[in-house]
Each structure stands twice: as structure tokens, then as C-alpha cells.
């Protein structure tokens, strides 16, 4: 038997996973079983013989035929600072109970609740917080699955293999809550020959988190086992300017470390990124600087419009006008990691030529 | 009744080489051999190991080559006849003893047989281990058929004595394993009356007075090869060419000639005694003709020797034409066969050889008849499941990790059976001597994990001083030992480990995991058919440091096999299975690889091969899809 390695599986290889650009996304895993998401990595198990390239179809990080889909993606970009967008406020959940343990404001967790309530969903893929492992995708099928969720891991997490976990299941509708290289993925498994829109058709509510960049996890690790802290994780936050610590919280309390030390473990890849809003999601949800306990709330879809509307209407969250100012910097920061994303991009393609 | 052990001769009866050897040997009066397995070896212990059932000898899997030879000299230094007997890389490990016990010398008849594997059959190499009885001044002899084996074994326990030092014998594979009919000689009283002689000595000292008295024997032997009937002329009086050959090659030559009609044109000279070579009765023989071929096995041992003595020679014989692997008339490698020496007698005499075309035309049509096949671990083999936990293990580490290879069935992990993992393969232990030095480059800059892989037997053989090294060291080493309680690839020898001896008595088993304890390594276990919680063990030890020890235990899947264990009844769920639809690229049978799954083309999907699978239920997990389905049986 000569079986001929599938050309995409190569080039996503070449270009992504070689390069050591790739985010973690997860996008890739489960789609066959030649990719694996594990401690923290995204990794080739085996050389496949497929012709359909799903792979680099759907890596956010691979200039997979530029005059087509990539265009259709990028198109977003030029709509405005903040890709295209119905709706911003700044919002929080109206319930004690997840405001305590959420990272800002609780508006994802509490959203997410009410859509499995309701019935607008029946499962929603998030990333578990993983412990003394790494943290992973995960199929939340309620309160409590949800809620332990809660928290932002400054990771993608191959949170996507979940995904590709939950569609070969029982077939319910699912939410995806994501970092924008995943709600990026999304949007490419839409446009993914030959079965991605028959895939994304079970997605019915994504929910992009705003991100400046991710952490490599066995770096993060690396680091933390060498300043002696070994103890699983519970939390991470990063304190708004001009604070520049990075903050671990363990059941021994919170540790600081400086900002500058935590640099170096940012994922490669993400300077290539040029989405801070998740353009692509239905709702974006961020953070609002200088006001604790809220967020920041992009709706983008009808899809998302709907959902938000009925969860304030039935007083799940609670909303309120996003401050002129903060909309400013939102933009100004969305758009410096555009440029950013474009001076990165030339001189990764500077260096290759 | 068993003809090995018939007490009086004169009966034909039906043997094997390796057989006719073992026979020999007790027509010869041994009553100690030792070995360690080694294909084409092993049958020679195993028949004395059963005749030991009957009659008064001792006989034992030593655990390794070296120490076979050490105690087999035991015997020798009390006036024991012994032997040893070995593949030809046995023979490499006991050089260093060798070129000393040749030096000090023997007493009872002590013999040494390598069974050589020319083309490496079932071998790591090719080699022709004759070099050493030059290297080490020894005489050598080369049976060509089972009778022949018989009768030089029998007789080399007397040379031995003569002359005082070991006396080798070559085999090599096509011998070993071939059988023909033996005639027998008798048994004689195995009456040993073991005894050190405190008159004696042996040792090397000093060493020059001692190399001049083994050349010394070694003259004393080539006196006696003179007028040996093991050398002897067939053919015309006046040949147009000169065969000299020597061993299995020499029994292609006449049927070659035969089919040619050169029988009566070309004179062979057939030599059992090969090193020192007879000098007079070559000598007679090289005068006959001016034309001289060589057909032998491997090097060109014959070749070069007789060469230098035709030089030495040379006024009296004159100038002489040689053929053979110098000239490029034979091939350098590779073992000798009948249709090379066809293709040659009808070249050199220009005979156009009617049949000659049939191989060549006939070789591309097997090709495309017959199924290309690969070696591949058995169904149920616990090396698949070890393989492919670590093949899981090294992707996930994503450091460019990879195995250091030793010799077993387990490096049949250089091909796709065991996912190319193994990277590397030589002597028995050298992955382990190999990744000790692995573990020294990390301050130099190498930062690829590397795990090394052994087997239980190969452990004890020559692993052990290797893993004691890197606890001396403090190398990062990361040693598998794949303990399935056999020495499975030369056929279920027993070893330290397995609890019984050659000879039948039980043995308690040395303990693979308290010695390792021992040494103050950290040591696991895992379970090869756990492929999933094995590869995350693996990948937790490749991050730490130091000397590390993870056993992976599961019984060699034939043993199983034959103890009627397996628990599962496996079956793939042909709604499940969405073939070539799924995208997996058939995952089942194009990277796991187990014989029992088979991808049924009338279909497009998996299935299992009820016959082939033997229900260890490992493939279970391995489907992206579940399809593959495991069932309990009962009993």
C-alpha cells in the first residue's frame, strides 16, 4: 500500500505547526486523529492521506487560499474598528452567586445559563480550568458545569476539540465560548469543504472573549515550577495599567510576578493576530477598564441581538452605557493590535523570502 | 526414541545441522554445554537440553554468550569436554575472553560453534566470525552438510585436547537449518572424572612466551590438517579451472556444474579445515591448474589466505589466476546460492545457459502477484501497545524525542509495525550504552528527550552494566524494559527471569524491578495494553532527570496465545465505521497496523479478522469513531 501524505496536512505543518505559530486553538483536533490537543500543546500524532485539507482550512494561523476564504474573513476588518457590530455596553450579571467568582463582569457565564434555560441551547464548549493539568475544551451541560468554568485561563486551550467532541454526540445545539483565533476557526469551519457548514449549523450562539494575546502553557509552567510554585491554578488576572504584574492565584493566596518576566511565554503566534474584539462571534465579551465587576458587551449577530435582549428583558444581566472614553480606548487598542498583527506579519514573510 | 540420544550408531537417521552438531557433540563425549539464543543457533542447545533428560550431561542458558564460554572453560580447565555455541555475534562478545583462553590455554576438549547468518537473515549483521580463529590462533573447522557437522564436531573435542586450546566450528544458517540423512556413530560412557589439576595453571603470563606457544599448537593442528579427510579433490586431472570452497557453498558447486556439463572441465577442492589452511595439500592442488575461483560464505577468508600462500609459493608454482570476490566475480555480500555460481560457471566458460533468463524473467511477475509484506509484531503483541503508547508519548512531548533501539522483537520498531519510532539498532544493550550518552549532551545543548527500549533477556545480557552506568553518571536516561517473560524472538528460551532452566528445574526468577530498585534508579510499572495511561507515564518521566526505569510487563502475546487467555471477542460496528467517508484515512489499518484488522475493500470500511485477531482488545480505543467493539468471552 502507498499511500500518498495529504499536501494540506503538510502545508499546515510547514506553515503553522514547524513554525511554532499555531494557538492552540484546537480547531484541527478531532476533526481526524491525526491532531491531539495535550498539556497545553496542539500536536501531529501520525501523517495523514486525507485530500480534503480540513486542516488548513480551518487554522486561523494558515494563509490557506488567499484569494477566497481568507478574504471573505478578513473582509470583517475594514467595517470598523471593531469589526462589524449591532450593539456596545458594558453589562454584569444580575446574580450574586457568579458575579463572586467571575473574572469581570459574569455576563458570559450568566448568558450561557440562561440560553441552556431557555432552550437556545443544550450545551455550551468552554475551557476547564484544569488544575494540576492543563487546561482543556469541555462540553458544559449546566449550572454548575458552567460555572466551573468561570475565569479566564490567558489560553486558547485547544479549547476546540471540544467542539469537534460534541458534534460527533448527540445532536444538540451548542454554544462555543472562544477567543477570537477560535471564533476565527468558526468562521472559517462555515466555509470548510466538504462538511464544515454541516458542522458550524450546530453552533447557535458564539461568544467571542476579547484578547490582547495567549500564554504557552508549558512555558507558563515551566516558569511558575521554577519559581517554586507548583500548586495548581485556580485563577489568573492581569490588573489594568500601569500595574504590569501578572497575578497566580493558588490555594496558598495570590503571588505576583512581573509582567515583563511573563512576556517571553506569549504563544508566538499571537503577534500574528489582528483581533482583539472576536469579530467573528455573535457577542463579544471584554472587560471594562477601570470599573470592576463589569464588561465590556459587543453584539454583533441578530443571533446575539436576540439572546441579550430576552436575558436583560427577563433581568439575567444588567446593562448600562459603555463610557464614551472606554469605547475610545477599546478602538484604539483594537486597532493597535491590527497594526501590530501587520508589521509582525511582513516581517515574519520578510524573513521567509 | 529420540535419535540423538540412541546409544549405539550405524543408523541412518533424518537431521537437522544444528541436530547433527548437538549428536556430534555427544559422540564426542561432551558433558557441559552452554549458549546463549541466537538464530541460526539455538536448536543446538535446545537438542542437547533434551537429551540431557536422558542422558548424564548439564546443560544451560547461560546469560550471555561470554559467560556460556567462561563456564563452559570451567569444565574444560577440570578435564570436562565442553562446548559452546553461539550466532555469530556471540562470538564478538566473547573476544575479549577468547584471545585470553587462547593464551593460557585448555584442558578437556573445549569447542566453540558459531552458527553464522550470511545475508543477516534473522540477524542485526552480516558477519563472518572465522576472522576470529585467525585473530585469535585457533584452529577452525567448516562442516558443508550435517554429516560432516556430525563427524568434525565429534572429533574436534580430540583436536582440542591435542593441541590444548579451544577448537572453533563454522556453521552458517542454510546448514544449520538444513537436514539430511546422518549416519551415526556410538554414544560413548560419559564417565567424567572432574578434577583442577593444582599443577596448573591458567594464565596469559607472560604473554609473548605464551603467543609463541599458541602458534605453536596452532602448527600442530596444521600438521594434522594435512592428511585430514575433511579436504579433499574431486575432478579432472588437468581441470581448466579450480574450484576452492569451503562449507554450504561447497554443495552448490556440483549442481551447478552438473546442469552446466562441467564436471568433467573443473576440479573442486573442497576444505573442511580452514584455518591454518594445509599448506602441502593446497600446494598439490594449486599446481593442477592456473586458474583458481573461490566460493565461500561472507568474506573472503579462503581467498585471501591461499592468495598469501600462492605469493609465499610462488617460484615453485608460478603466476596464478584468482577469481572470486577480489576480482569481482563473486559478490562481496550477501550469502552464496546455487544461481550465482550457475550464472558464474556459464560466464566464465560461455556457455549459453538455456534456464538462465527464468529468474529474471520470472522475479517481476512475483513481484506483481505476490503482496508486498512487512514485518509486523503478531496480534495481541504487547510491543504494539508499548510502540504506540510511546509514539503517543514522543508527539505529545513534541521535542523531537526518539528511541534508542536494542535487539528482540522489539526492533522491529524501525518499521511501520512499531511506527518507526526506533531510531537506532546495533548490539545487544546498546540502546541502553547509547542513551547513557544521550543523557550527557544536555550541557552541550541537545534538548530531544530519548527513551530507550529493551527486552527482559537483553536486559540481563548486556543492559545492566549500561543502566549502571548512567546511575554512575547521573545520565538522563529514560530505559524501557519490555518484559514479556520470554526470549520470544529465538523461539521461548528460558532466561533468569522466566523461573525454569534449560534443563527443566525451576529456577526462582530473578527479579527485573528489585534489582533495578536496587541500584536506586526510579522505577514504574506499566501495562503495555494501557496505551493511554502508559504514554502519559512516559511523557511525566520524560521531563524529570537522572536515571529512570519504567517496566512495561505483559506476557509475549504467542505465550498467551497458547495459555488460552485472551478475554475479548472484538468486532468493528459496520454503522459506526463510516469507512472512507470518516476522514481518519483509515486509521485502523493504515497506522495501527494489527494483522487482525483488515480493511474490506468490497465496502470501504473495517473489519476484524476473526481468524488472525486473537482478542487482546487493545484497537478498541484506537477508532476515532468507537466502531471497533470489544466484547468479553467467557472462560
Given at each position: 500500500m502507498d499511500d500518498s501524505i495529504s499536501n494540506g496536512q503538510c502545508q499546515l505543518i510547514d506553515k503553522v505547526i514547524n513554525k511554532g505559530i499555531c494557538v492552540t486553538c484546537g480547531a484541527c483536533v478531532g476533526l481526524c486523529p491525526y491532531f491531539d490537543y495535550f498539556d497545553g500543546r496542539v500536536v501531529v500524532m501520525d501523517r495523514c492521506t486525507s485530500d480534503t485539507w480540513r486542516c488548513l482550512q480551518i487554522c486561523p494561523r494558515a494563509d490557506y487560499d488567499e484569494t477566497s476564504l481568507d478574504k471573505i474573513i478578513k473582509k470583517q476588518d475594514q467595517i470598523s474598528e471593531i469589526g462589524s457590530f449591532k450593539k456596545i455596553f458594558m453589562a454584569r450579571s444580575s446574580q450574586e452567586e457568579i458575579s463572586k467568582m467571575a473574572q469581570y463582569g459574569g455576563v458570559v457565564s450568566t448568558l450561557l445559563i440562561y440560553a441552556i434555560e431557555k432552550g437556545f441551547i443544550e450545551s455550551a464548549i468552554m475551557t476547564a480550568k484544569g488544575g494540576d493539568v492543563s487546561p482543556a475544551g469541555t462540553i458544559a451541560k449546566d449550572r454548575s458545569d458552567i460555572l466551573n468554568c468561570a475565569g479566564s485561563r490567558y489560553n486558547a486551550s485547544g479549547g476546540l476539540a471540544a467542539l469537534n467532541r460534541a458534534i460527533k454526540g448527540d445532536k444538540e445545539r451548542l454554544a462555543v465560548v472562544g477567543l477570537p483565533c477560535q471564533m476565527e476557526a468558526l468562521a472559517r469551519m462555515g466555509l470548510m469543504e466538504p462538511d464544515g457548514a454541516e458542522r458550524v449549523s450546530r453552533v447557535n450562539l458564539k461568544i467571542g472573549l476579547f484578547c490582547t494575546w495567549a500564554l504557552d502553557y508549558r512555558q507558563l509552567n515551566d516558569y511558575l515550577k521554577n519559581v517554586g510554585l507548583e500548586e495548581p491554578i485556580k485563577k489568573y488576572d492581569i490588573p489594568p495599567p500601569p500595574s504590569q504584574v501578572f497575578l497566580v492565584l493558588t490555594e496558598k493566596g495570590w503571588r505576583e510576578f512581573p509582567l515583563d518576566d511573563i512576556r517571553p511565554l506569549i504563544q508566538k503566534g499571537c503577534a500574528l493576530c489582528d483581533d482583539m474584539t472576536a469579530e467573528h462571534a455573535d457577542i463579544s465579551v471584554g472587560s471594562v477598564e477601570g470599573l470592576e465587576g463589569w464588561n465590556t458587551v459587543v453584539v454583533r449577530s441578530q443571533k446575539g441581538e436576540e439572546i441579550m435582549t430576552a436575558a436583560v428583558e427577563d433581568n439575567h444581566i444588567q446593562i448600562d452605557n459603555l463610557p464614551k472614553e472606554n469605547f475610545d480606548h477599546l478602538k484604539e487598542a483594537s486597532l493597535n493590535k491590527r497594526e501590530k498583527s501587520r508589521i509582525a506579519t511582513e516581517e515574519m514573510k520578510r524573513r521567509e523570502s | 526414541?529420540?535419535?540423538?540420544?540412541?546409544?549405539?550408531?550405524?543408523?541412518?537417521?533424518?537431521?537437522?545441522?544444528?541436530?547433527?552438531?548437538?549428536?556430534?557433540?555427544?559422540?564426542?563425549?561432551?558433558?557441559?554445554?552452554?549458549?546463549?539464543?541466537?538464530?541460526?543457533?539455538?536448536?543446538?542447545?535446545?537438542?542437547?537440553?533434551?537429551?540431557?533428560?536422558?542422558?548424564?550431561?548439564?546443560?544451560?542458558?547461560?546469560?550471555?554468550?561470554?559467560?556460556?564460554?567462561?563456564?563452559?572453560?570451567?569444565?574444560?580447565?577440570?578435564?570436562?569436554?565442553?562446548?559452546?555455541?553461539?550466532?555469530?555475534?556471540?562470538?564478538?562478545?566473547?573476544?575479549?575472553?577468547?584471545?585470553?583462553?587462547?593464551?593460557?590455554?585448555?584442558?578437556?576438549?573445549?569447542?566453540?560453534?558459531?552458527?553464522?547468518?550470511?545475508?543477516?537473515?534473522?540477524?542485526?549483521?552480516?558477519?563472518?566470525?572465522?576472522?576470529?580463529?585467525?585473530?585469535?590462533?585457533?584452529?577452525?573447522?567448516?562442516?558443508?552438510?550435517?554429516?560432516?557437522?556430525?563427524?568434525?564436531?565429534?572429533?574436534?573435542?580430540?583436536?582440542?585436547?591435542?593441541?590444548?586450546?579451544?577448537?572453533?566450528?563454522?556453521s552458517v544458517s542454510r546448514l544449520s537449518h538444513t537436514r539430511s540423512n546422518v549416519l551415526l556413530g556410538d554414544l560413548p560412557d560419559f564417565r567424567p572424572t572432574p578434577?583442577?589439576?593444582?599443577?596448573?595453571?591458567?594464565?596469559?603470563?607472560?604473554?609473548?612466551?605464551?603467543?609463541?606457544?599458541?602458534?605453536?599448537?596452532?602448527?600442530?593442528?596444521?600438521?594434522?590438517?594435512?592428511?585430514?579427510?575433511f579436504n579433499h579433490y574431486q575432478g579432472p586431472h588437468k581441470p581448466e579451472l579450480l574450484v576452492i570452497s569451503s562449507g554450504c557453498a561447497w554443495t552448490y558447486i556440483d549442481e551447478a556444474l552438473a546442469i552446466l556439463g562441467l564436471l568433467d572441465r573443473v576440479g573442486v577442492l573442497k576444505l573442511g579445515t580452514t584455518w591454518p589452511i594445509p599448506k602441502k595439500f593446497l600446494k598439490k592442488h594449486l599446481t593442477l591448474c592456473d586458474r583458481i575461483l573461490f566460493v565461500e560464505d561472507v568474506d573472503p577468508f579462503l581467498e585471501e589466505n591461499v592468495k598469501a600462500l600462492a605469493a609465499d609459493l610462488g617460484k615453485e608454482i608460478g603466476v596464478k589466476e584468482f577469481l572470486g570476490k577480489s576480482s569481482g566475480h563473486m559478490p562481496h555480500c550477501g550469502e552464496q546460492s546455487p544461481h550465482i555460481l550457475l550464472n558464474l560457471f556459464a560466464d566464465i566458460f560461455g556457455i549459453d545457459y538455456g534456464k538462465r533468463a527464468y529468474r529474471e524473467r520470472l522475479t517481476p511477475i512475483i513481484k506483481e502477484m505476490v503482496p508486498a509484506r512487512e514485518f509486523g509484531f503478531s496480534p495481541g503483541c504487547p510491543h504494539r501497545g508499548t510502540y504506540y503508547a510511546i509514539k503517543t508519548a514522543l508527539a505529545w512531548d513534541n521535542r523531537d524525542g526518539f528511541v534508542s533501539g536494542d535487539i528482540g522483537c522489539y526492533t522491529m520498531g524501525i518499521w511501520p509495525t512499531g511506527f518507526n519510532q526506533v531510531k537506532s539498532v546495533h548490539a545487544m544493550g546498546s540502546g541502553s550504552g547509547l542513551a547513557s550518552g544521550y543523557g550527557k549532551l544536555e550541557q552541550f545543548g541537545f534538548n530531544q528527550p530519548v527513551i530507550t527500549v529493551c527486552g527482559d533477556s537483553t536486559f540481563f545480557h548486556a543492559a545492566i552494566p549500561a543502566l549502571i552506568n548512567a546511575k554512575f553518571n547521573q545520565s538522563d536516561i529514560l530505559l524501557l524494559i519490555l518484559d514479556n517473560s520470554a526470549t520470544a524472538m529465538t523461539g521461548f528460551q528460558p532466561h533468569p527471569g522466566t523461573g525454569s532452566t534449560a534443563m527443566g528445574s525451576e529456577a526462582d526468577p530473578v527479579d527485573i524491578d528489585a534489582l533495578c530498585r536496587s541500584l536506586g534508579v526510579c522505577v514504574e510499572l506499566a501495562d503495555p495494553y494501557d496505551m493511554e495511561n502508559t504514554a502519559k507515564t512516559i511523557y511525566r518521566l520524560m521531563k524529570e532527570k537522572g536515571p529512570r526505569v519504567l517496566i512495561l510487563k505483559r506476557k509475549c502475546a504467542i505465550v498467551e496465545g497458547r495459555e488460552g487467555k485472551f478475554p475479548y471477542s472484538l468486532n468493528v460496528d459496520q454503522e459506526l465505521c463510516l469507512g472512507e467517508q470518516c476522514g481518519c484515512g483509515r486509521y485502523c489499518t493504515r497506522i495501527f497496523r494489527c494483522p487482525g484488522l483488515i480493511w474490506d475493500n468490497s465496502n470501504g470500511k473495517a473489519r476484524i479478522d476473526e481468524v488472525i485477531c486473537v482478542g487482546c482488545g487493545i484497537c478498541a480505543n484506537i477508532c476515532p469513531q468507537e466502531a471497533i467493539v470489544k466484547e468479553n468471552v467467557e472462560g
Open positions: - | 526414541m529420540n535419535p540423538i540420544v540412541q546409544r549405539s550408531g550405524g543408523i541412518n537417521v533424518l537431521l537437522q545441522g544444528n541436530e547433527a552438531i548437538a549428536r556430534g557433540a555427544l559422540e564426542g563425549g561432551v558433558v557441559f554445554c552452554a549458549a546463549y539464543p541466537g538464530n541460526p543457533s539455538s536448536e543446538i542447545l535446545e537438542t542437547l537440553a533434551e537429551a540431557s533428560q536422558k542422558l548424564p550431561i548439564y546443560v544451560e542458558w547461560s546469560v550471555n554468550e561470554k559467560v556460556a564460554l567462561e563456564a563452559a572453560t570451567a569444565a574444560s580447565f577440570a578435564h570436562c569436554r565442553a562446548m559452546v555455541s553461539m550466532k555469530q555475534n556471540g562470538v564478538n562478545v566473547i573476544s575479549d575472553f577468547l584471545t585470553n583462553l587462547t593464551l593460557s590455554g585448555t584442558k578437556g576438549g573445549l569447542v566453540l560453534v558459531s552458527c553464522d547468518d550470511p545475508s543477516g537473515i534473522s540477524s542485526t549483521n552480516e558477519e563472518d566470525a572465522r576472522l576470529f580463529a585467525k585473530l585469535a590462533d585457533i584452529p577452525l573447522l567448516e562442516p558443508a552438510t550435517p554429516q560432516e557437522a556430525l563427524e568434525m564436531t565429534r572429533w574436534s573435542f580430540q583436536l582440542s585436547e591435542n593441541i590444548e586450546n579451544i577448537v572453533m566450528i563454522r578434577h583442577f589439576d593444582l599443577d596448573s595453571a591458567f594464565h596469559t603470563f607472560p604473554v609473548v612466551e605464551k603467543h609463541k606457544t599458541r602458534h605453536q599448537k596452532l602448527d600442530q593442528a596444521a600438521e594434522m590438517f594435512e592428511d585430514s579427510p
